[in-house]
């Protein structure tokens, strides 16, 4: 961009607080002038090469999620911890090969394939491997149960799915969207702006996300495994098993694999974005259907991570999602049974641990003149009182202390 152009006033926000999600929203905005790139340590960030107007700005601003989201209950069950939802289920896909290939039941892969099989939709736009760098992720079109089966399991790497978009034919078929929570809030955001999106992408689907690993982290994750990026030829982050192991396949045609609490809860955990760590929406809140893992947990309700059979939690947020989620058990794509909300926050501590901290960590950054987020709807004070005064605290003097110390948060 040259010196006379004048840079996004919403990006130079976003920015200053470190507060990009990587969801490609405003690339998809402004397309000739902002694009998706890496950046160190491996996080997707935009980069402008050309002025944005007034209007394009104006919904960079009102549709970013790194600069906030709003969300309204309208009539729904309101959880404190878990957002608005009109249905919560457990289950699993009932193709026994989906539902060993999927991080967590293969329900979210079942229900992409009975919407194409069904003719609901053409295709689907997800995130798949990229074929040039293992670890990475890369914007793909699913189209048929070979392909949701390529593209199964979790991605603990960046994606930004808004920035491909336009890659989508404009076929005047639908297609469904997939992806991360932010990436789903992005996308009913700008729907608003752009009624097209609605029909073109009718149905939104997500899943629980505890942030945004860095690509260092899975390179960190291949150094732990004695071997290097050049080496990899494909690599699975889980799946093919519940959890699943994080396993690299090597040019050579042999393998090494770790568990996944030495792989995300020793290494891609630490590995973070900022932006995730003051998120108030990892379950999903704008999609339709949201699925996640259904932890079986020990005596004092933890989560166990020893390899079974996968078990996905299902929660439809919208009529359409709990319209679809009932045709799709009915013509057998998924096996569901009732789920208690209760058993919900034993499973994920991760979620349950980061909504109840979250005004700590917002007063934190607020005192010390960063930018944050504008949450609305999303009922932070009554998250942080299902915990203690003391977790909020704690938090608050942490994220204080790292500012103070000039650290990245």
């Known amino acids: 961009m040259s010196g006379k152009e004048k840079p996004s006033a919403a990006l130079r926000r976003v920015a200053t607080g470190d507060l990009c999600s990587g969801c490609g929203a405003c690339a998809a905005i402004a397309p000739r002038q902002i694009e998706m790139e890496l950046s160190p340590p491996g996080f997707l960030r935009p980069r402008q090469s050309g002025p944005v107007s007034a209007d394009e700005d104006a919904r960079i601003f009102r549709v970013c999620p790194g600069l906030g989201q709003s969300v309204e209950a309208a009539g729904r069950m309101s ?164 959890p699943g192991r994080a396993t690299a396949v090597l040019s050579d045609g042999t393998d090494r694999s770790m568990s996944y609490h030495e792989s995300w809860g020793g290494i891609l955990s630490s590995r973070v974005q900022h932006r995730c760590k003051i998120c108030a929406d990892g379950t999903g809140v704008a999609a339709d259907i949201v699925c996640a893992d259904a932890w079986e947990t020990d005596a004092r309700g933890y989560p166990l991570f020893e390899e079974r059979d996968g078990v996905s939690l299902i929660v439809a947020r919208t009529p359409k999602g709990a319209d679809l989620l009932a045709a799709a058990e009915a013509a057998g794509a998924i096996v569901t049974q009732p789920f208690d909300v209760a058993r919900l926050a034993a499973m994920q501590p991760g979620q349950t641990r980061r909504r109840q901290a979250l005004p700590g960590r917002l007063a934190a950054l607020r005192l010390l003149g960063r930018p944050v987020p504008r949450y609305r709807g999303l009922d932070l004070g009554a998250a942080a009182r299902t915990g203690s005064v003391r977790w909020v605290a704690r938090n608050f003097l942490g994220m204080l202390r790292r500012g103070m110390r000039g650290k990245r948060f």
């Open 79 to 242: 959880h404190p911890l878990w957002g608005p939802y009109l249905e919560m289920r457990s289950g699993w896909a009932r193709d026994a090969d989906l539902r060993h290939r999927g991080s967590s039941g293969g329900a979210l892969s079942a229900l992409l394939v009975w919407l194409v099989d069904s003719g609901r939709v053409a295709g689907a736009l997800t995130n798949g491997a990229d074929p040039g760098r293992a670890v990475a992720n890369v914007p793909v079109i699913v189209r048929s149960r070979e392909e949701v089966a390529e593209a199964a399991g979790s991605r603990y790497a960046p994606s930004a799915p808004l920035a491909a978009l336009g890659t989508v034919p404009d076929d005047g078929r639908p297609y469904a969207f997939v992806g991360k929570p932010c990436d789903a809030a992005a996308f009913r955001a700008l729907s608003e702006t752009r009624p097209d999106l609605e029909t073109k992408f009718p149905v939104i689907l997500s899943f629980f996300c505890a942030g945004v690993p860095a690509l260092a982290g899975a390179e960190a994750v291949l150094s732990e495994l004695g071997t290097a990026p050049d080496e990899v030829v494909s690599f699975r982050y889980r799946g093919h098993g519940w």
